[in-house]
């Protein structure tokens, strides 16, 4: 199990970024998939996750009607549209597989991880 994050990178608040997620070596239906988000000296959180079976959504507080998960499986990609960015969601951000696939998005319930990808909100 395979999962490669991409799409970080320096944006001024209130711009926009696309992060994907590419997944291999495993069917990607039927797992849940989650982007977390770690700041430093904060623990990782839950940004948004999406179920394996009908495509549940979470989104936390801070990035509701901001960030919107969508997944391909067809293409094995999962993607988090970001915008309106603020200075807050700067962090590295990781996407991670859950093979239970229900839409429990804390950090423990995923047992794959990718690498991450630093986002950086600042003017």
């Known amino acids: 199990v395979q999962l490669q994050a991409s799409g970080g990178g320096l944006v001024q608040p209130g711009g926009s970024l696309r992060l994907s997620c590419a997944a291999s070596?495993?069917?990607?239906?039927?797992?849940?998939i989650g982007w977390f988000r770690q700041a430093p000296g904060k623990e990782r959180e839950g940004v948004s996750c999406?179920?394996?079976?009908?495509?549940?959504?979470y989104y936390g507080d801070s990035v509701k009607g901001r960030f919107t998960i969508s997944r391909d499986n067809a293409k094995k990609m999962v993607y988090l549209q970001m915008n309106s960015l603020k200075p807050e969601d700067t962090a590295v951000y990781y996407c991670a597989a859950d093979p239970v696939g229900g839409l429990d998005c804390r950090p423990p319930e995923y047992t794959y991880w990718g690498q991450g990808t630093l986002v950086t909100v600042s003017s």
């Open positions: 070596g495993f069917t990607l239906d039927y797992y849940a």
């Open positions: 999406i179920s394996s079976s009908d495509g549940s959504t």
